[in-house]
Each structure stands twice: as C-alpha cells, then as structure tokens.
Antibody, heavy 120, light 107 residues
Framework: QVQLQESGPGLVKPSGTLSLTCAVSGGSISSRNWWNWVRQPPGKGLEWIGEIYHSGSTNYNPSLKSRVTISVDKSKNQLSLKLSSVTAADTAVYYC?????????????WGQGTTVTVSS | DIQMTQSPSSLSASVGDRVTITCRASQSINTYLNWYQQKPGKAPRLLIYAPSSLQSGVPSRFSGTGSETDFTLTIASLQPEDFATYYCQQSYSTPYTFGQGTKLEIK
C-alpha cells in the first residue's frame, strides 16, 4: 500500500526558508490523486497548507500563498514544500497526505509527520 | 474561507457509551465532509468521508451523517482505543479547513 515519508531539517532560522520533501512509496505520484501538505502547531489543530497534482497544478491556502511553493518530482516520486520568511508561528509538525482520488474522498494516507522548529 | 465549528470541544465518556460529535459549516458544503481521528504523537487517520462512508479498516461502530451545513460523527459503543481527538474537515472548496477538534477523554 502507499506510504508517505516526510524529511527535512528540524530546525530553521527565523526569516529563513523551510524545505521539506515527502517520498511516496508503494505507488506512483502520477496516480489520480492530489497530494497535500498539512501542519499542526504544538498543542493546536490542523491547518491545510496546499495541494498539488502530478501535472503541477497547485492550490494554496491564501493565508500562506505568498510564502509557499509546492512542487512534484516525478523522477524521484516525491513532492516538496518550501515556506519562505518563516517565523516562530511556523513551528509545527508538517504532514504530507494523499487525497483519496476525488475531493469527496478525504485524505486517506498520511505520513508520520516531521517536526520543524523555527528558532535562532 | 469556510469555517468549521465542532462541538463539544472536549467530552468525557466511559467505555461502552454512545457518543456524538457535531460539526457545522459556515456555508453549505453539500456532502464534502470528512472525519479524522488523531492520537497523541500520531498522524490523523481518516475515519469517514462524504460524510457517511466508512474508510476501509475502520470499525463499524463509527458512523457519520449530515449534509449542507450540519454533520455528526457517532461512536456507537466506545472502546478504550477510541479515546483521541476528532476533527472534521470540509473538502468542498479550497482552502480546505478543519474543525478545531473534539478531545474525547475517559471519564
């Protein structure tokens, strides 16, 4: 079955750029799914960051849109997240998740999450 | 953005109890509503989508209903492994948004 694995630096300096990757195994990133990034600040709820289709089409949360770039690398079967000009408010667990195939299906596969702390 | 409001924010219940969590959308989302369970230190797990379809592998004691703006998640008979935080999420339009969560605790 499809598995997702996030990776990237656990510590990012303020004003820097957060860069994470999500490796897809057991399936193809070119399948008929959208691929999402979701984050969760410590002790708080879930926030949707954005999504990408293998064609490169993206949708972003307007609250982050000016700072976010999500991309896909089909040769490596992975997606990436870049978040620029980070502050302490961007400290969170970052998850990648797969849409089930249509917008009515929910996010049915999640990575285990990676913790990113923004601090000098 | 579509606002999702869950109630209650926290709930104490006992093993064997029947529990209902509600989720209200700030505008109609048709049936584009999903429910997730999250345990401490773990990723969310999809329980129910669209909003009454049970995700594969999820026990049948979980059920969901609703349409337009009002939705419910019901756990028919609480088991020890059900104590967790539950989130609703709308997938009607981007930005997708989640409810604030309902923490289900043991009484």
């Amino acid at each position: 079955q499809v598995q997702l694995q996030e990776s990237g630096p656990g510590l990012v300096k303020p004003s820097g750029t957060l860069s994470l990757t999500c490796a897809v195994s057991g399936g193809s990133i070119s399948s008929r799914n959208w691929w999402n990034w979701v984050r969760q600040p410590p002790g708080k709820g879930l926030e949707w960051i954005g999504e990408i289709y293998h064609s490169g089409s993206t949708n972003y949360n307007p609250s982050l849109k000016s700072r976010v770039t999500i991309s896909v690398d089909k040769s490596k079967n992975q997606l990436s997240l870049k978040l620029s000009s980070v502050t302490a408010a961007d400290t969170a667990v970052y998850y990648c998740a797969r849409d089930g195939g249509s917008s009515s299906d929910g996010m049915d596969v999640w990575g285990q999450g990676t913790t990113v702390t923004v601090s000098s | 953005d579509i606002q999702m409001t869950q109630s209650p924010s926290s709930l104490s219940a006992s093993v064997g109890d029947r529990v209902t969590i509600t989720c209200r959308a700030s505008q109609s989302i048709n049936t584009y509503l999903n429910w997730y369970q999250q345990k401490p230190g773990k990723a969310p797990r999809l329980l129910i989508y669209a909003p009454s379809s049970l995700q594969s592998g999820v026990p049948s004691r979980f059920s969901g209903t609703g349409s337009e703006t009002d939705f419910t998640l019901t756990i028919a008979s609480l088991q020890p492994e059900d104590f967790a935080t539950y989130y609703c999420q709308q997938s009607y339009s981007t930005p997708y948004t989640f409810g604030q969560g309902t923490k289900l605790e043991i009484k």
